[in-house]
């Protein structure tokens, strides 16, 4: 019998769509097609991949309409914030932008005698699996640039997106991508592993779990293929006695939120100096009790379900743990929240780091918020986690923020700023977080290899 992916709408609970996977026959069969193609794309001028890339980014964007409530339906964003289209055009335009320069071999020295250089080689065959909470925007992270620079690319997206790779795909070979060369293909946890194993890729760029991370590693052991990783993340924002309160709350709060939560380097936690903190705490309660929760289909929703009931479980969890242990919560239930996946955004004081809603990944609408005496006390609260993806640091003082940055065990220091993706910086992160990176010049070198030339002219 074949198996089957099923994506489970979390508006209703019902099957929003289903796709059979591939047999682990088929799928070598595709790994193999692309890596035949790859060389002859990589051979093509710079440009024309790069305008390639981009005309299936713009057939996307050709798509929004369809796309908004297609994602509504399949992880619950509502259709008033409009898809992901400017981030995702944002990024690939970065990419090619930069891809020139980027992709330039570095010039050693020439002389009568010798031409040194180190040029940029693609790796090969590019695997991309892609996380359903930003579909969009975290699988063209990787994938613009990794077809820029002359990479064939499968794209193994998530159950709870299943229709996200295959617009992608479709958009991209509509636009003159050849379809060797950008696959989507739908796998079980097996086959991919059976392949990565195989040695069937020659990168993989993982976005997901901890314990996903965990497997990916696992299932490269020995092949020497490189694994590219972002994991969990437990992001902190700091407000020092010196902030624009009402910016910092504002932001804050929507980077905590937005997107029900569910956001890579959303703000898990807060630290506010005892000057602002009751303040602070008075305007976030009164941001979280304006929400709407509902519908994500509803123009008037603001806040939409998450993208599984089992999601909202855990988070569920966290916080009664935590109110058991003398966390106070101060917001309502909702009327709208089920107890399934309409989960009411909760704001949490009196929090402690012995509580899992400090310290585990929550990954929904709930934010601790702790008081703090100064510096020293905050860089230590926030550098007490597994995880280190971005840290938000608020104040008017930009040294005090480099320094302050400098200490923290993250992949992103912000000031005033949150929950934003940079496409000239690194996006990486360091302890369970993962490794690598993507986006930027680095970014690119991440998925191409250094190849050095010694070139001697004269052999007397």
Not at 101 to 118: C, Q, W
Not at 236 to 241: A, D, F
């Amino acid at each position: 019998m074949t198996h089957t992916l099923k994506c489970v709408s979390p508006i209703d609970g019902t099957v929003y769509a289903e796709r059979p996977v591939l047999s682990l026959a088929e799928a070598q069969d595709a790994a193999a097609e692309g890596r035949a193609a790859q060389a002859a794309w990589a051979a093509r001028p710079l440009e024309e991949r790069s305008r390639l890339v981009m005309a299936g980014v713009a057939r996307i964007g050709e798509m929004n309409d369809e796309i908004v409530p297609e994602l509504a339906r399949m992880m619950g964003r509502p259709v008033r914030f409009g898809g992901e289209f400017g981030g995702f055009n944002e990024r690939a335009s970065y990419m090619a932008g930069i891809a020139e320069t980027a992709l330039a071999p570095i010039e050693v020295g020439e002389d009568a005698t010798f031409k040194r250089y180190i040029k940029r080689v693609p790796l090969g065959l590019v695997l991309v699996v892609a996380p359903w909470n930003y579909p969009y925007m975290t699988a063209i992270n990787t994938v613009a640039p990794a077809l820029i620079a002359g990479n064939a690319v499968m794209l193994k997206h998530a159950t709870q997106t299943l229709l996200v790779g295959e617009r992608m795909a479709r958009a991209f070979h509509e636009a003159g991508v050849p379809e060797e060369v950008f696959q989507n293909v739908f796998l079980d946890h097996d086959t991919t592993s059976a392949l990565i194993g195989a040695k069937a890729f020659d990168f993989v760029n993982f976005t997901g779990s901890v314990g996903g991370g965990r497997a990916m590693e696992q299932a490269a052991a020995g092949t020497f293929t490189g694994v590219g990783l972002e994991l969990g993340g437990k992001d902190p924002g700091y407000v020092m006695e010196d902030a624009d309160l009402d910016a910092a709350v504002d932001t804050l709060i929507d980077g905590a939120m937005f997107n029900s939560g569910q956001c890579c380097c959303g703000i898990e936690r807060i630290y506010v100096h005892e000057a602002l903190y009751d303040a602070f705490v008075e305007k976030a309660v009164a941001i979280v009790k304006a929400y709407k929760l509902g519908n994500p289909l509803d123009e008037e929703t603001t806040i939409g379900p998450m993208a599984h009931v089992r999601f909202a479980k855990e988070v569920r969890a966290q916080i009664a743990e935590a109110l058991e242990a003398g966390a106070v919560a101060h917001i309502e239930t909702a009327p709208e929240d089920d107890g399934g996946a309409y989960l009411t955004p909760q704001i949490l004081t009196d929090v402690t780091h012995d509580m899992r809603v400090m310290r585990d990944e929550s990954f929904g609408p709930v934010v601790g918020i702790m008081k703090v005496t100064d510096d020293e006390e905050a860089v230590a609260l926030m550098n007490d986690s597994p995880f280190g993806l971005t840290a938000s640091l608020w104040t008017a003082d930009l040294d005090r923020a480099q320094s302050i940055g400098d200490r923290i065990e993250t992949g992103t220091v912000f000031m005033n700023r949150a929950d934003y993706l940079d496409p000239g910086l690194c996006w990486t992160g360091c302890k369970q977080t993962g490794r690598g990176g993507g986006l930027s010049v680095i970014g690119y070198h991440n998925l191409t290899r250094p190849k050095s030339y010694h070139l001697k002219k004269v052999t007397k």
